[in-house]
């Protein structure tokens, strides 16, 4: 029989028969069906875009939100909202205040960077990263994943139109779980394999909006704002604000955001 009978069929282009959903598509969580999954939720946009995806493809979702006394506190009631919106088998806010450590915008007395509503998103990591954040955060989620057998982490990381933080990116994703399959009974002993899920990793801003639209997400219950105004609504100004904008702008979707 001639080598290329043999040769492995080519994988299905995305939306075809037998594919693959594509990132961020309703149905591209379709193997945590009926799984424990422990999402982490902010109450943001990509958090709440994931438990959407999540909702969609029947995971049983256990709704992780880490109240690390951010300034930002609003974003706590969204992801309690959101957890309620879609019947989570179990939401914890967890407290873990990081203001003892400061360090950052979010967490100690240092001005938000702020800049109008076109101006580009400065290069280099701001002062609103939060040491390790994410490090900290799928570090807990680990243990309650664990605790609850179960083997699936789910995190609204981004790295293309994103603050430029270093713990958002596929080679931070790769070494987390790479640690975690070191770092619980399951890994060590193989009887489960860690896996940290990222569907909006490679998605624009503007390609998270159509797909939170997509799954049927009321963004309008979601916050991002990293400096609220006196009245509760997301200040326009401040990196988290300019890319919620310039995502729904790119992707001609009306924007419900109350700005001010």
Known sequence: ????????????????????????????????????????????????????????????????????????????TAAADLAALYGVERHIILPLDLRGFGGSALTDDIDVPKG???AAVAPGIPVTYVPARNTIFLSVALGWAEAMGSADLLIGINALDYSGYPDCRPEFVAAF?????????AGVEGSARCRVHTPLLHLSKAGIVRA??????????????????????HCGECDSCRLRRKGFLEAGVADPTGYR
């Open 116 to 118: 109008g509503p076109e």
């Open 212 to 233: 939170a639209t997509a799954a049927g997400l009321d963004m309008g219950r979601t916050w991002s704002c990293y400096d609220p105004t006196d009245d509760g609504r």
């Open 177 to 185: 779980e790479a640690m975690a399959n070191l770092a619980t009974r």
């Open 1 to 76: 029989m001639p080598e290329a009978e043999n040769a492995p069929a080519a994988p299905a282009a995305p939306g075809a028969p037998g594919a693959p959903a594509a990132p961020g598509a309703p149905g591209a969580l379709a193997a945590l069906a009926g799984k424990p999954v422990v999402l982490l939720l902010s109450g943001g946009l990509d958090s709440a875009t994931c438990l959407a995806l999540a909702a969609s493809a029947g995971a049983r979702v256990l709704a992780l939100t880490i109240d690390y006394n951010q300034r930002h506190r609003r974003e706590l």
